[in-house]
T-cell receptor
């Protein structure tokens, strides 16, 4: 089966610009996660969706970050306006209750963002 | 706050040696998972251990879980250069990752 797809793979922008990332989870996976991983640190959960509803967005900086999953399939994460400290890899993951290990997350390759 | 915290932060060993890394967590869990991340890539699920299990094996991996101490360990036996990666633990409670253990296996 196809894995989690993310685009773009790399993005360079200047501070105060806007940027959007796209994620297409594994087909049939109801749960979708966005993580931010700063160099040298572990992934930080930004938001978790169950179908098209938000389960947890407690660590999402809502003044500049937004995410949506309108049809319960693919998702976009937006930063507006970007700051230097947003430079990181943005990882998308998905999971399903139907698998033998429903708690297992499958990760995409990530989008590497550099804010200048 | 982080649920899973790994230690040591970095570990360097020779090929063929065993590598042990530890994870501590704060609250009651149903399961704990270990993931591997090769440089510049996404995380890959390695193994899941449930709260009623004490030990689990998968190939060269052995995971233990001590719920009384709220800790888990991951042992990689007969390490290979390809095992060089960062290793993370996460619990089902909130799937929040620590900083990970950076393992370097020298050929």
């Amino acid at each position: 089966e196809a894995g989690v797809a993310q685009s773009p793979r790399y993005k360079i922008i200047e501070k105060r610009q806007s940027v959007a990332f796209w994620c297409n989870p594994i087909s049939g996976h109801a749960t979708l996660y966005w993580y931010q991983q700063i160099l040298g640190q572990g992934p930080k959960l930004l938001i978790q969706f169950q179908n098209n509803g938000v389960v947890d967005d407690s660590q999402l900086p809502k003044d500049r970050f937004s995410a949506e999953r309108l049809k319960g399939v693919d998702s976009t994460l937006k930063i507006q306006p970007a700051k230097l400290e947003d430079s990181a890899v943005y990882l998308c993951a998905s999971s399903t209750r139907d698998s033998p290990l429903p708690e297992t997350q499958y990760f995409g390759p990530g989008t590497r963002l550099l804010v200048l | 706050s982080q649920q899973g915290e790994e230690d040591p932060q970095a570990l360097s060993i020779q090929e063929g040696e065993n590598a042990t890394m530890n994870c501590s967590y704060k609250t009651s869990i149903n399961n704990l998972q270990w993931y591997r991340q090769n440089s510049g890539r996404g995380l890959v699920h390695l193994i899941l251990i449930r709260s009623n299990e004490r030990e689990k094996h998968s190939g060269r991996l052995r995971v233990t879980l001590d719920t009384s101490k709220k800790s888990s360990s991951l042992l990689i036996t007969a390490s290979r250069a390809a095992d060089t990666a960062s290793y993370f633990c996460a619990t089902d409670e909130d799937m929040r990752f620590g900083a990970g253990t950076r393992l370097t296996v020298k050929p």
